[in-house]
Nanobody, 116 residues
């Protein structure tokens, strides 16, 4: 089991920045991946960014160049730095931990609202 707690969401104007944090009960091993997903109203949950235990990152095309995923293993914390936010980034953002057996663990989510 892995417990995840997100924080850092809020209301921001278009063009602004936010940093999300996800505190985990442990850091990912070399065969594991952690990442961020989001779900807007009436839409399916979608991948935002992931980072493997080896440090390889992957981003959705819609956030490339604006968002950056990172982790601090000493603090067991995953981050998502979001810059140049747009109204279409409005969603509930979820942290997900994929263990080496392919099991997904989810956080409870944090709301991000970008006003135009």
């Amino acid at each position: 089991q892995v417990q995840l707690v997100e924080s850092g969401g809020g209301l921001v104007q278009a063009g602004g920045s936010l940093r999300l944090s996800c505190a985990a009960s442990r850091s990912p091993g070399s065969l594991e991946t952690v990442g961020w997903f989001r779900q807007a109203p009436d839409k399916q949950r979608e991948l935002v960014a992931t980072i493997t235990g080896a440090g390889r990152t992957n981003y959705a095309d819609s956030v490339k160049g604006r968002f950056s995923v990172s982790r601090d293993n000493a603090k067991n914390t995953l981050y998502l730095q979001m810059n140049s936010l747009k109204p279409e980034d409005t969603a509930v953002y979820y942290c997900r931990f994929d263990n080496r057996y392919g099991v997904h663990f989810w956080g409870q989510g944090t709301q991000v609202t970008v006003s135009s």
